[in-house]
């Protein structure tokens, strides 16, 4: 057992944990920035959330990018060239002395670059995984909120000790290092003379090497994938989640500060989101999904995160915020690694760099229209108050829409006879 080799594609769950975190710290790091941005520009709540917003409307161009790029590339390059963006708009931003210029660095710059960091690992890790697939995926997603248990108290303090522009720096000084781990992707478990982890041992490929990814028969075409009720249906309920995720995760710093509480002390409370998440990751993804049906475990926790936002509402104690993040960051992260799953069941693994880079868009319509829409209501109404009660709402239909997921058919095409 001691000369057992390690099978290479948890090397490559490793890899993907670090990008991930990384894509979570691009995430969790404005919401901290955010009410400092605000001030030092002259920005209102629903301008200084339109950068996130256009940042979001760009990344929904750049997955669906990654997604075609991780199908036919290498993903080395497509991994590190993203990272490259990031890096350059992070150091950018710190240089930025009008608000235009965190539209373009911060906005544009890291929404080309960030969309490679999560599709294509998610991508990469379903194909070297049949056995274990969900927990593999579950590992790595793992990445955003450890991201969030980390980025917050680090990029608060960083801001409190040496200022918003020094901490842009160091922020981007560390994704500069983390993205080397993109050299360790491969595209295939043939690249390295291998198997998917689960393979049945006796049963023997008849695909050729020149096939890699195809030796599925079940495996649809990124356009018939696209074209079923099923793909939209898992569509809208992932926007639903992330509208949900990205209001609190954007507003709810600000919120915390408007309450009068400390910023290190309000940052722990997005932190706790990610303790909450990764506990839910060990917990939901690796046990409930064994036991219950997967659409099941999409029910309860939606319905659960969404009733976590009550206490934002109705308690305004420091120790309600910090539960809250437990519990919403608990709920959260067990229908995160859901829905690749499903979508690799369902479709097959040919074209899932390009399906789940289509899928992952519908993050990004929800990072554009969720915050922005957040903070014009708070801008109207001096309260996040009915923004926070929508979360609820939207959590609750995504709850009740997993009801309806329904194992897609392929349509055979008759073959019709030439004769006469």
Known sequence: MLGKKVF???YIVAASLILIILDGLLLYSFGVFFPYLNEEFGLSRAAGSSIFSLR???LAFSLTLAGRLV????PRAVVFG????????VFLSGLATKGWHLYVTYGVIIGLGDGVLYITCVALVSRWFIKKRTLAIGIITTGIPLSGLITNPLTAWLIKSFGVRNAFFALAGIILISILSALVLRAYPEDKGLKPYGEDEQEKSSVEPNQKGSQNNN????????????????????FFAFITFLVVVVHLFNFAIDLGIPPLVASGAPAAIGLGSLCGRLILSALLTEVLEKRKVLFICFLLQGSSIFLLLFIRETWAFYLFGILFGFFYSGTVPIFPTLLGNFFGLRALGTIY????????????CGPLAAGYIHDATGSYFYPFLLAIFFCYVAAFSSFFIKTPQKIKKEIVSASS
Do not use: N, Q, R
């Not at 199908?71 to 290498?74: A, I, P, R, S, W």
């Not at 993203?82 to 708009?89: A, E, K, Q, R, S």
């Not at 356009?223 to 569509?235: D, G, Q, V």
């Open 8 to 10: 290479y594609g948890w």
């Open 219 to 238: 495996d649809w075409k990124a356009l018939e994938a696209i074209a079923t009720p099923t793909f939209w249906l898992l569509y809208v309920m992932y």
């Open 56 to 58: 979001s409307f760009v």
């Open 357 to 368: 880079g289509f899928f992952g868009s519908s993050y990004s319509v929800a990072a554009i």
């Open 71 to 74: 199908d036919k590339y290498d």
């Open 82 to 89: 993203g990272g490259i963006f990031c890096v350059l708009g």
